[in-house]
């Protein structure tokens, strides 16, 4: 975690100096959200129904496991979801978007996450910054009956019907104050406003969601082994470039799992570099991670499977809206 992250967590008094700041920031937010909300500027609408699955606070919060899951329970029910995401950490040019996910996709193209949704949902994914760019192209090349967009509740420019907050329950929203000082990225009054909100590893099964290792996965060959294969073993390495290393590392200890601990910056660029001091050695790492590793990585290199549990109300309640 950042120093500033780390601050606005443990309710450093110094981020008082920034509140200034933090009230210009508020009055932007609320200016900007007022002209759409008023007609000001318009919005626009697609003609099938919009789910967003965001957060209102800087740093991951285990959206895209979410998206992931609310996918494949939507084809489970013989729907037919596709995603749309701006993209974050895709380094292609402007005029290379939006950009149809495919198996030749890499996170250059279109970022790690709309990548790792791809590959483990198999639905149509479309990436561009613009989100309205990535819906009208997602609806012009596939028959879709709901359309997800990971994050984007901040994206006023794409009108939705029906909002869904992922909030992490341990850490919350940190000191309750908007970026620069606190994590939100809209005051916490925002999730009133919203449609659902879910709390990873909350206490009330209607409103939390859960996440469950499923298995080890190899990053080059896709052979899968049981959990408690690296229990006993003696050289291991855990990386991870996400929002939050620690939960990675968490899981491994609650596997009984003891690995040497190597953290990267979230959405990081991974280089031969990065695992030249890891020879040798057996690589564990997250699935996002993997995406970017499989020919960085070596034969001895796995990822963790990790399913999200959703309510099921929340389920049922974005089934019924692509039914309409």
Same mark, same amino acid.
């Given at each position: 975690?950042?120093?500033?992250?780390?601050?606005?967590?443990?309710?450093?008094v110094w981020l008082w100096l920034l509140r200034p700041l933090e009230w210009l920031y508020r009055i932007l937010t609320a200016l900007r959200r007022g002209a759409y909300g008023r007609g000001l500027i318009r919005a626009y609408r697609c003609d099938r129904p919009l789910v967003i699955v965001g957060n209102i606070t800087v740093g991951g919060t285990g959206k895209t496991p979410v998206v992931i899951a609310l996918v494949e329970a939507l084809k489970q029910r013989g729907l037919r979801?596709?995603?749309v995401s701006r993209g974050y950490g895709a380094t292609a040019h402007i005029? &290379?978007?939006?950009?149809?996910?495919s198996l030749s996709s890499n996170a250059s193209d279109c970022g790690d996450e709309p990548l790792l949704i791809y590959r483990r949902t198999g639905v149509p994914v479309v990436v561009a910054p613009r989100r309205a760019e990535a819906i009208k192209a997602l609806l012009?090349?596939?028959d879709i009956d709901v359309v997800i967009s990971d994050d984007g509740l901040q994206h006023y420019a794409m009108a939705r019907d029906l909002e869904i907050a992922v909030i992490d329950a341990e850490r919350g929203l940190g000191n309750g104050f908007c970026l620069p000082a606190g994590p939100l990225r809209e005051p916490k009054s925002r999730l009133k406003t919203v449609d659902r909100v879910i709390y990873r590893g909350g206490d009330v099964s209607d409103s939390s969601v859960t996440y469950q290792p499923q298995c080890w996965v190899n990053v080059s060959s896709g052979?899968?082994?049981?959990?408690?294969?690296?229990?006993? &073993?003696?050289?291991l390495a855990a990386i991870a470039?996400?929002?939050?290393?620690?939960q990675f590392f968490d899981t491994l200890t609650d596997l009984s799992i003891a690995a040497a601990q190597m953290v990267f910056p979230d959405h990081h660029d991974y280089?031969?570099?990065?695992?030249?001091?890891?020879?040798?050695?057996?690589?564990?790492?997250?699935?996002?991670?993997?995406?970017?590793?499989?020919s960085l990585a070596g034969d001895d290199a796995w990822f963790l499977r990790i399913d999200a549990v959703l309510p099921q109300s929340l389920i049922e309640r974005v089934a019924e809206l692509a039914q309409r």
């Open positions: 975690m950042g120093t500033l992250e780390a601050a606005w967590y443990r309710g450093a979801p596709g995603v005029s &290379a978007f939006p950009h149809q996910v012009a090349n596939a052979a899968m082994r049981p959990l408690d294969s690296f229990v006993d &073993a003696a050289t470039g996400i929002g939050q290393p620690q280089s031969a570099e990065d695992f030249a001091s890891l020879e040798g050695q057996t690589v564990l790492m997250t699935e996002k991670d993997a995406v970017k590793c499989a």
